[in-house]
């Protein structure tokens, strides 16, 4: 059975009204989901337009609690739809249901629920001042939202990114106008009869279905009237936006590509360095922008790790995402897996020995056209080999030998991007001291994807500008009045 994915514009699913459609198919084997409906300018801009008159409405009008109240809602009929959101989401990613209803649907409802909470939480600021007369002045600060926000966002983590987004914007009172990826369109559509079910007033929340340059994404972060565009992906595609933004002087909040180090020092626990490496680096088929690709393991454990690693990554089981003992589903499409191969192709060219992977696995008949690969681990390669230094986002990692902590924050830090970080040691002395060092935005200390949602979350360098999560998150998504009062 096939779906129509809709547009959702002012509470309503609607087709884009010059009647352009294009296919979903799964990466699982190639089947087709459903048809699309592209948005059109037009219909950006109506969403754009019901997002501003939203703002003027009843929406407005509703209290700090009442706003909290009404997302946690949304949060608890995520949890009551879980199962709809759980097929949706597997369906457009092929990943397997042992990732997808842990991580993506929880994390789901959590964004809203986190931000619900925070919201009704936020200090106030108050500066008395001394004046010349003795008198005094008191300084506080107001916020207020910030407007229109559009919301671009990336395939990968298509559920869990885009509410992290959503939850803040909302709570603070904004508007969103979400640009879903043109890989997986399923779950937003869905959010939009969540948001309807539980009587979001209509124009909250809106989705625009198409591609970058030319169609939606384009469209929504060229429109004059959206207030602050906040995006998920990859660098190139923020540089585009910025510049987009530029005009106008609107905002932006970036999130985008890594190429993160792991650090493992010969005092780690190696079961728990490992364990955390085939996670960070092979977890979501490695499409996670938080991953390893680069391993530096320091010489007296680095046989010991490669050959462990490599074990672990030999052993992956494929095949139906639905099978809770599945632990690695396809690339999001065979286009994605084409450029991975690229790079696996490039790692040989380039005298890499491949300690396991290196091609596509045998996942049998059913499976045959799907973007299916296998989880590969290289040494030897040459610290300015591209495998070594550009973001793959496939599930694969290099490893490398070094000797000293100054040579290895060296290494680490020698490069453009600078997102994630995980160190593996039992030295508490040495764990702070490097974690200070590494120019990255996270840094993990004997675990990875550990997240407490009120924490600080971005990259630096070219992996991003701003950082968003908890409070951290109304430095983009309000604007603050500074009213200083001569008493
Ligand atoms: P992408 O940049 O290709 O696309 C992201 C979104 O931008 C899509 O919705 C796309 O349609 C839209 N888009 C593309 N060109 C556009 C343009 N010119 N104007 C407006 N919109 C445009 O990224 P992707 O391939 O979907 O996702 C993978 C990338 O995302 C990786 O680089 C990964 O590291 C990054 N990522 C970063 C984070 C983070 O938090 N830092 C999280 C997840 C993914």
């Given at each position: 059975?096939?779906?129509?994915?809709?547009?959702?514009?002012?509470?309503?699913?609607?087709?884009?009204?010059?009647?352009?459609t294009?296919?979903?198919?799964?990466?699982?084997?190639?089947?087709?989901?459903?048809?699309?409906?592209?948005?059109?300018?037009?219909?950006?801009?109506?969403?754009?337009?019901?997002?501003?008159?939203?703002?003027?409405?009843?929406?407005?009008?509703?209290?700090?609690a009442?706003?909290?109240?009404?997302?946690?809602?949304?949060?608890?009929?995520?949890?009551r739809?879980?199962?709809?959101?759980?097929?949706?989401?597997?369906?457009d990613?092929?990943?397997?249901?042992?990732?997808?209803?842990?991580?993506?649907?929880?994390?789901?409802?959590?964004?809203?629920?986190?931000?619900?909470?925070?919201?009704?939480?936020?200090p106030?600021?108050?500066?008395?001042?001394?004046?010349?007369?003795?008198?005094?002045?008191?300084?506080?600060?107001?916020?207020?939202?910030?407007?229109?926000?559009?919301?671009?966002?990336?395939?990968?983590?298509?559920?869990?990114?885009?509410?992290?987004?959503?939850g803040?914007?909302?709570?603070?009172?904004?508007?969103?106008?979400?640009?879903?990826?043109?890989?997986?369109?399923?779950?937003?559509?869905?959010?939009?009869?969540?948001?309807?079910?539980?009587?979001?007033?209509a124009?909250?929340?809106?989705?625009?279905?198409?591609?970058?340059?030319?169609?939606?994404?384009?469209?929504?972060?060229?429109?004059?009237?959206?207030?602050?565009?906040?995006?998920?992906?990859?660098?190139?595609?923020?540089?585009?936006?910025?510049?987009?933004a530029?005009?106008?002087?609107?905002?932006?909040?970036?999130?985008?590509?890594?190429?993160?180090p792991?650090?493992?020092?010969?005092?780690?626990?190696?079961?728990?360095?490992?364990?955390?490496?085939?996670?960070s680096?092979?977890?979501?088929?490695?499409?996670?922008?938080?991953?390893?690709?680069?391993?530096?393991?320091?010489?007296?454990?680095?046989?010991?790790?490669v050959?462990?690693?490599?074990?672990?990554?030999?052993?992956?089981?494929?095949?139906d995402?639905?099978?809770?003992?599945?632990?690695?589903?396809?690339?999001?499409?065979?286009?994605?897996?084409?450029?991975?191969?690229?790079?696996?192709r490039?790692?040989?060219?380039?005298?890499?020995?491949?300690?396991?992977?290196?091609?596509?696995?045998?996942?049998?008949?059913?499976?045959?056209?799907?973007?299916?690969?296998?989880?590969?681990?290289?040494?030897g390669?040459?610290?300015?080999?591209?495998?070594?230094?550009?973001?793959?986002?496939?599930?694969?990692?290099?490893?490398?030998?070094?000797?000293?902590?100054?040579?290895?924050?060296?290494?680490?830090?020698?490069?453009?991007?600078?997102?994630?970080?995980?160190?593996?040691?039992?030295?508490?002395?040495?764990?702070?001291?490097?974690?200070?060092?590494?120019?990255?935005?996270?840094?993990?200390?004997?675990?990875?994807?550990?997240?407490?949602?009120?924490?600080?979350?971005?990259?630096?360098?070219?992996?991003?500008?701003?950082?968003e999560?908890?409070?951290?998150?109304?430095?983009?998504?309000?604007?603050?009045?500074?009213?200083?009062?001569?008493i």
């Amino acid at each position: 059975m096939s779906t129509d994915f809709f547009n959702f514009i002012d509470g309503v699913h609607r087709p884009g009204s010059d009647g352009r459609t294009f296919e979903n198919r799964t990466p699982l084997d190639g089947t087709l989901i459903g048809m699309v409906h592209e948005a059109s300018a037009a219909d950006v801009d109506a969403a754009v337009g019901a997002a501003r008159a939203a703002l003027a409405g009843p929406w407005a009008g509703l209290t700090t609690a009442e706003r909290s109240d009404l997302l946690h809602a949304v949060a608890d009929e995520i949890d009551r739809r879980s199962d709809e959101f759980l097929a949706a989401e597997i369906a457009d990613t092929g990943k397997p249901v042992s990732i997808a209803s842990h991580i993506d649907i929880p994390r789901g409802a959590a964004n809203f629920r986190v931000f619900a909470d925070v919201v009704k939480n936020v200090p106030g600021e108050f500066f008395p001042m001394p004046t010349p007369d003795g008198a005094g002045a008191l300084n506080y600060g107001l916020r207020r939202p910030k407007g229109v926000i559009a919301v671009v966002c990336p395939w990968n983590l298509p559920l869990l990114l885009m509410t992290w987004k959503v939850g803040p914007a909302l709570a603070c009172g904004n508007a969103v106008v979400v640009k879903p990826s043109e890989e997986t369109p399923a779950t937003a559509t869905l959010l939009g009869e969540v948001m309807n079910a539980v009587g979001v007033p209509a124009g909250v929340y809106n989705v625009v279905h198409g591609f970058g340059p030319g169609s939606a994404g384009e469209f929504l972060t060229t429109h004059p009237d959206v207030d602050g565009i906040t995006f998920t992906g990859e660098t190139r595609t923020g540089e585009a936006i910025m510049a987009a933004a530029s005009k106008g002087v609107r905002s932006v909040s970036l999130e985008m590509g890594g190429k993160n180090p792991g650090i493992v020092f010969a005092d780690a626990d190696l079961s728990d360095a490992v364990a955390g490496t085939v996670r960070s680096a092979f977890a979501n088929t490695g499409q996670v922008c938080l991953g390893t690709e680069r391993v530096y393991v320091e010489r007296p454990v680095f046989d010991e790790f490669v050959e462990r690693l490599a074990a672990e990554a030999t052993a992956t089981t494929f095949g139906d995402p639905f099978d809770p003992l599945t632990q690695m589903g396809p690339l999001i499409s065979n286009e994605h897996r084409e450029k991975v191969l690229r790079y696996y192709r490039q790692a040989v060219d380039d005298g890499a020995t491949v300690v396991t992977g290196g091609g596509v696995p045998d996942v049998g008949d059913r499976y045959a056209k799907g973007a299916w690969i296998e989880p590969t681990v290289w040494t030897g390669l040459a610290d300015d080999s591209a495998v070594v230094t550009e973001e793959i986002f496939g599930p694969c990692c290099h490893v490398r030998p070094f000797d000293t902590e100054d040579e290895v924050v060296a290494l680490a830090n020698d490069t453009p991007y600078g997102l994630a970080a995980t160190v593996w040691t039992t030295d508490v002395g040495r764990a702070h001291r490097v974690a200070s060092r590494l120019e990255v935005g996270l840094c993990w200390v004997n675990s990875w994807f550990l997240r407490d949602l009120r924490t600080a979350f971005g990259g630096m360098k070219h992996s991003g500008i701003g950082r968003e999560g908890g409070v951290h998150s109304l430095e983009f998504y309000t604007e603050s009045t500074n009213v200083c009062v001569k008493i």
